[in-house]
């Protein structure tokens, strides 16, 4: 287990931006997620440990960039034209075990933070 430590959540406008960051205590292969209420949580991104490969959802592809800044142990999820569907409550997620493999499913993760909530109106 590892300490994820979230931050950059809010209210914003549709259309609006927000940068949303998560500080690791490792270069570990960190994903994002969100849930909405009544939902299960879903993938949104991850980024290896390297910060050389990412995979997204299909609904935030064009939109959001994952990044992350190994200087600082952090990831950003850099999210751009936002919708009002993308209102959930977002969550970093690391895992701990190497994989050459960029996992979107939830189980394959093992440490998570607690999470951020970002809110786009209409």
């Known amino acids: 287990q590892v300490q994820l430590v979230e931050s950059g959540g809010g209210l914003v406008q549709a259309g609006g931006s927000l940068r949303l960051s998560c500080v690791a205590s490792g270069p570990y292969a960190m994903g994002w997620f969100r849930q909405a209420p009544g939902k299960e949580r879903e993938f949104v991104a991850v980024?290896?440990?390297?910060?050389?490969?990412?995979d997204y959802a299909d609904s935030v592809k064009g939109r959001f960039t994952i990044s992350r800044d190994p200087a600082k142990n952090t990831v950003y999820l850099q999210m751009n034209s936002l919708k009002p569907e993308d209102t959930a409550v977002y969550y970093c997620a690391a895992r701990l075990r190497f994989t050459q493999v960029l996992n979107r499913g939830p189980d394959e993760y093992d440490s998570w933070g607690q999470g951020t909530q970002v809110t786009v109106s209409s």
């Open positions: 980024i290896n440990w390297s910060g050389t490969n990412t």
